[in-house]
């Protein structure tokens, strides 16, 4: 209420005030919540300068050791050989920052990149403004939780892929298995996995067991301590035969342990110094079989007991 306006002067003042502060509100409505940034990290590949916007809220804000090899790796002409992603539907699991986002769609790719929902607004961002008027295709951003509710989200009769790229989703978390789920998932008949990652931590090695039960892979290249991997599915009936030779190597870990065990157990006082000898010469020869090995230490004992004989009867 002004009381004695006069020339008005005063209300325009407190109207434009009030209209600031709603201009104010609105734009604090759409500030991220997240105000402090690094700097940014420009890289050059493909000819191109791209720029990445990085924050610190989480792990996929961040720019990982995988994404740069795979990125370096892309752009030789080797790489290009191995992984050609032109005109191709590719899904990117863990995109992050983007980066790799970036130079696949710059590689003719048509890209679907993933992740958590707040990571999204970063990677769009770093996406959009690297790729812009010199992209083949125009990009997709979803979010995806990994193992949950796959079949609804991204349903393998719609969503099928020629390529699935990853770069150092394995490391420290709760969610491998979920991962190798996801990986499963999308890697139907005619898809190539491309995964790089850096070995870290003894679930690392785990995680590539499992791996191993589920795919064929070989390795590219090796850049900077990262590993740069294809894959492709198995046929369950690979899958069936990879279990059953994990099953046979468990049993003749078995054996091999049982046999130890029974070779350092003397009968006598007399042979603990020949089963000693004979758990050494278990473990000195790897390229032999188990069966093989114990052939030998029966013809060892007889040979010995026949030595023995011929002495005794030479006395006698």
Same mark, same amino acid.
């Given at each position: 209420?002004?009381?004695?306006?006069?020339?008005?002067?005063?209300?325009?003042?407190?109207?434009?005030?009030?209209?600031?502060?709603?201009?104010?509100?609105?734009?604090?409505?759409?500030?991220?919540? +997240?105000?402090?940034?690094?700097?940014?990290?420009? +890289?050059? +590949?493909?000819?191109?300068?791209?720029?990445?916007?990085?924050?610190?809220?989480?792990?996929?804000?961040?720019?990982?050791?995988?994404?740069?090899?795979?990125?370096?790796?892309?752009?030789?002409?080797?790489?290009?050989?191995?992984?050609?992603?032109?005109?191709?539907?590719?899904? !990117?699991?863990?995109?992050?920052?983007?980066?790799?986002?970036?130079?696949?769609?710059?590689?003719?790719?048509?890209?679907?990149?993933?992740?958590?929902?707040?990571?999204?607004?970063?990677?769009?961002?770093?996406?959009?403004?690297?790729?812009?008027?010199?992209?083949?295709?125009?990009?997709?951003?979803?979010?995806?939780?990994?193992?949950?509710? &796959?079949?609804?989200?991204?349903?393998?009769?719609?969503?099928?892929?020629?390529?699935?790229?990853?770069?150092?989703?394995?490391?420290?978390?709760?969610?491998?298995?979920?991962?190798?789920?996801?990986?499963?998932?999308?890697?139907?008949?005619?898809?190539?996995?491309?995964?790089?990652?850096?070995?870290?931590?003894?679930?690392?090695?785990?995680?590539?067991?499992?791996?191993?039960?589920? +795919?064929?892979?070989?390795?590219?290249?090796?850049?900077?301590?990262?590993?740069?991997?294809?894959?492709?599915?198995?046929?369950?009936?690979? !899958?069936?035969?990879?279990?059953?030779?994990?099953?046979?190597? !468990?049993?003749?870990?078995?054996? &091999?342990?049982?046999?130890?065990?029974?070779?350092?157990?003397?009968?006598?006082?007399?042979?603990?110094?020949?089963?000693?000898?004979?758990?050494?010469?278990?473990?000195?020869?790897?390229?032999?079989?188990?069966?093989?090995?114990?052939?030998?230490?029966?013809?060892?004992?007889?040979?010995?007991?026949?030595?023995?004989?011929?002495?005794?009867?030479?006395?006698?």
């Amino acid at each position: 209420l002004e009381i004695g306006a006069g020339t008005g002067l005063v209300s325009i003042v407190a109207k434009g005030n009030t209209e600031n502060d709603k201009q104010q509100e609105y734009k604090r409505s759409w500030a991220p919540t +997240f105000y402090y940034r690094p700097g940014k990290e420009v +890289f050059s +590949f493909l000819g191109q300068e791209i720029t990445i916007q990085e924050s610190i809220d989480s792990y996929g804000a961040t720019i990982w050791p995988a994404a740069l090899a795979l990125c370096r790796f892309m752009e030789t002409l080797q790489g290009r050989q191995h992984i050609d992603l032109l005109d191709k539907s590719v899904l !990117e699991l863990g995109a992050g920052t983007g980066l790799l986002s970036v130079v696949i769609t710059l590689l003719g790719a048509k890209l679907t990149a993933t992740d958590l929902p707040e990571i999204l607004g970063n990677l769009r961002y770093n996406l959009n403004k690297n790729t812009r008027g010199r992209r083949r295709h125009e990009p997709l951003v979803a979010e995806l939780y990994w193992g949950h509710k &796959l079949d609804e989200t991204f349903p393998r009769s719609t969503h099928q892929y020629d390529y699935v790229l990853a770069t150092d989703v394995v490391y420290y978390h709760d969610f491998l298995a979920e991962l190798l789920v996801t990986m499963r998932h999308f890697c139907q008949p005619g898809t190539t996995l491309v995964w790089a990652n850096k070995v870290r931590y003894a679930s690392d090695l785990d995680f590539i067991n499992n791996f191993l039960r589920y +795919f064929d892979i070989t390795l590219l290249e090796e850049l900077d301590d990262v590993r740069i991997y294809v894959a492709t599915s198995k046929t369950p009936e690979q !899958e069936g035969d990879h279990v059953q030779e994990m099953n046979k190597e !468990e049993e003749d870990n078995d054996k &091999l342990e049982s046999s130890k065990q029974d070779a350092v157990e003397p009968n006598s006082t007399s042979e603990t110094g020949n089963n000693a000898e004979e758990v050494e010469h278990l473990e000195c020869d790897d390229t032999q079989s188990l069966e093989n090995k114990m052939e030998e230490n029966q013809v060892d004992k007889g040979f010995q007991e026949f030595v023995r004989s011929a002495e005794e009867e030479e006395e006698g």
